[in-house]
């Protein structure tokens, strides 16, 4: 049986997903040229220049990482470049202030989406589009926005993705009971996030365990306690060796692993703060074992949701070997028939079936078919995999081959021939043995196929662009929430539009010209 679900890390055990967005510049790798590389200027301007930074820093509450931010380095160097054309200027006359700035992101936008729309011709066409969305309500004005990302392929069989709302496309949300009615009253097709349907099976599991065993309600009650008395007590957190996570209000699904791996990590070093303290009864009443076994456990399920949740990655195809590799995960341990773990592995085993398994549908299991690595996967049920070739062949589920048969040459004369052409590439797909790595692209595998299996690459053209969860909409809402502060609680909600899609846009290295 083939599996997949790690994501892949780099030397330094960092995920490297989605790099691009992680906006924080790392000081101690750029902060040579920030310290030794003034030579060429006086003493006079050296002073200058350092009293100047201090006081962009004091006045505006800015980080000191914000001095070595790419964003105001390229505005400072732009500034100098006019400054070596046209001489020594006064910045009140070259300088644009707020109402101009304003206006130009809200252009931008304008050209942006603009780009965008002409951009999604083809896919529309193709059927190669889908999308998430979320609502989100600040909690400063209390106006609620609602987030639409579309992911698309492209005809390179490339997946993209940004933030628009454009027709009618299939659309993972979470289960909201108002996404779910709006989206009733439309044509759309909607699929599950299935990462917060993983993070309900564990919470749900959660639950039930503290009911049923009172030794781990204590243990979660006493780790709340000391994660609360952590943060709200001073000199604590910077003393140890991995802060104390809280849980993630747009993420909860990750919150349950970061919680108690990040005590687990410190627990040495909390111990001996807490006896300095007189405080150690916080940390005595949590077994470290338990504690231990539990991080472990976490862990393996933070990992299947890093395989749910990537954006500029293909995700469907993880959905259903995700489930079986969960459900791995809940085998019991004979030799500790009534541990906690034990206990925490029944429920979850038991909410899977209830709660995961019954989110998922038939494009799920296709779309692991369709996956070369996870081919596979189907030896398990073979009754299974005849009904899901069936389904290819004769339920025409893709809009996809309905747009082949508008377009298809004379030499396709009925619908039986389709089907018997279909039923050909799925034998050939089906007998072939590909050599392929386990991290490969499905879509460069169909990109490859094109010549071979025309109509199966269509179909998974289509299939590939649904997400298997709505964490982008997720991250975008992370980003909506840094941009709406207190001191910018007025801005109005056309222009935060284009300031959240603009910081997307950018992050994206797809800023318009």
Known sequence: MAYRTHSKKDPDESLTNNKEQNVQISTPSIHPKFAFNKNALSEKYKLKLKD???KFVVAGSHSFNSLENARILTLIQTSIEIGANFGLVDVQDIFYGRKTIHEEALLK??????????????????????????????????????????????????????ILSFGDTPITTDQGSNMIKALSLTDEARYSCLAHRTNTVLE?????????????????????????????????QFKLPKTLKSS????????????????????????????????????????????????????KFSLIFDNLVFSNQL????????????????????????????????QIAKELIEKYLTSTTQLHWIATYLDPTFK??????????????????????FATIRAVRGTV???????????????????IYERTLYELPEDSNPLIFWSDQQNVLPILSKIAKSVFVIQASSAESERHFSIAGQVVTEQRSQLEPECLESLVVLKEVYLNKTWPK
């Open 52 to 54: 100047a930074e201090l």
């Open 248 to 299: 993630s209000g747009t993420r909860p699904w990750r919150s349950y692993f970061l919680i108690h791996n990040s005590l687990h990590q410190s627990y040495e070093s909390l111990l001996i703060i807490l006896r300095e303290r007189g405080e150690q009864h916080r940390i005595l009443q949590i077994d470290p074992q338990l504690l231990h076994e539990i991080s472990t456990f976490m862990e």
């Open 409 to 427: 040459s004379s030499t396709t004369v009925s619908a039986n021939s389709f089907t018997d052409e279909i039923g050909r590439q799925l034998q």
């Open 315 to 346: 995700t469907l195809q993880n959905v259903i070997p995700s489930y079986y590799r969960m459900s791995e995960y809940c085998i019991i341990d004979n030799k500790r028939k009534n541990s906690i773990i034990n206990l925490l592995k029944v």
């Open 376 to 397: 596979d996967l189907f030896v398990i049920d073979k009754s299974y995999l005849l009904e899901q070739k069936k389904s290819i062949k004769d339920e025409d589920p």
């Open 204 to 236: 749900t599991a959660w639950e039930n365990v503290k009911i049923l065993n009172a030794e781990f309600k204590m243990f979660c009650t006493s780790v709340s306690n000391l994660r609360t008395y952590c943060q709200q007590s001073g000199g604590i």
């Open 109 to 162: 936008f304008t050209q942006y989406t603009t780009q965008i729309r002409s951009l999604l011709d083809e896919p529309i066409q193709q059927h190669c589009l889908a999308g998430t969305d979320d609502i989100w309500t600040d909690d400063l004005m209390k106006r609620s926005y609602l987030d639409f990302t579309v992911f698309f392929v492209n005809y390179a069989y490339e997946l993209k993705h940004t």
